[in-house]
């Protein structure tokens, strides 16, 4: 039995057996692209280190669903699944558009949900109105593209929002049976080790239910590419991630349920941090540290002390 709470066994437990995510390109773009916020995106941003090859925005959603479920029956026998709307950001449309390709995906019978990501401020009252409707019926998880609290590091990696605006959205989110998820990234240079794990304290104390957290990786091709060349920064060693995102663990609140512990880009496009260990080792090893260090998620949790930090930054 793992040592944190893994999304996978909380399907299960959902379902009754497991549910598989079948990946999505619904043809979106970024806020941050097409110069509504910004221009160029993230500086750490290239699709291609996250988007497997089947998902392509020119082949129909229907086809790219049919697909995926045909390959994961086949593969694993999976009888039900979670349509991800992943590439770039998934409500940023019409309200029309976004309803049409929602409702398009949860057609098949074998789709239990839907997993959409997106941006803190590609939200507003009728997407959300939209979202809790269908959560009625089906699970529906909005992952926030959180990356990290602090303004310094979200301007820096040109992200073209805020952390208040991120609480905006969660304070939107937040009551209305649609399931919320943040995503984070750690290892940015603009942040101290502590402050990364004082992010496991905030987060703890948000309405958040479902969180994804990774190492910063550098990958080719973009802005931040260029800046790791110019003047390289360091990078987490696969040791120090390990016990690092264990620390992380133990802070956070045990209900949240957890995504991802770690990224994997492609080596064709990776530049560092260069592990060279698999998905499944990687997994192992965390999970074989933990029983090492007798420890778990939220064994260091303190409710607390969470409030008052999370007031405090809510404030700001």
């Known amino acids: 039995m793992r040592r944190y709470n893994s999304f996978g066994p909380y399907l299960k437990a959902l379902y009754g057996e497991r549910v598989y995510k079948v990946n999505v390109d619904a043809g979106f773009t970024c806020p941050n692209r097409d110069g509504t916020v910004g221009y160029g995106g993230c500086i750490y941003c290239n699709n291609d280190s996250f988007r497997p090859s089947s998902c392509r925005s020119v082949t129909p959603i229907e086809e790219q669903i049919s697909r995926g479920i045909t390959y994961l029956r086949k593969r694993y026998r999976a009888e039900k699944f979670i349509v991800y709307f992943q590439p770039y950001t998934n409500t940023y449309a019409p309200l029309e558009k976004l309803e049409t390709l929602y409702r398009t995906a949860l057609e098949e019978p074998s789709v239990v949900g839907l997993a959409i990501g997106t941006r803190p401020d590609c939200v507003d009252k009728e997407k959300i109105r939209l979202l809790e409707d269908l959560a009625r019926d089906y699970f529906i998880l909005v992952e926030y593209g959180l990356q990290s609290i602090y303004d310094r590091t979200l301007e820096f990696i040109n992200r073209g929002h805020n952390y208040r605006r991120f609480l905006d959205a969660l304070d939107m989110t937040a009551g209305r049976g649609i399931r919320t998820g943040a995503h984070i990234i750690v290892g940015f240079p603009t942040e101290t080790r502590e402050e990364m794990l004082g992010m496991a304290d905030v ?17 080719r091709n973009t802005i931040l590419a260029g800046i790791y060349k110019k003047e390289s920064f360091p990078v987490f060693e696969y040791d120090e991630y390990i016990q690092f995102v264990i620390d992380f663990l133990e802070k956070l609140r045990p209900s949240i349920v957890i995504q991802r512990l770690f990224a994997t880009a492609p080596d064709d496009i990776l530049i560092a941090p260069r592990w060279n260990v698999s998905r499944h080792a990687i997994t192992r090893d965390i999970e074989n540290k933990m029983e090492e260090r007798d420890t778990w998620q939220g064994k260091k949790y303190e409710t607390a002390g969470t409030e008052l930090l999370t007031q405090a930054c809510r404030s700001k």
């Open 203 to 219: 987060i703890s104390g948000l309405p958040i239910e479902f969180l994804k957290i990774h190492q910063l990786q550098i990958i």
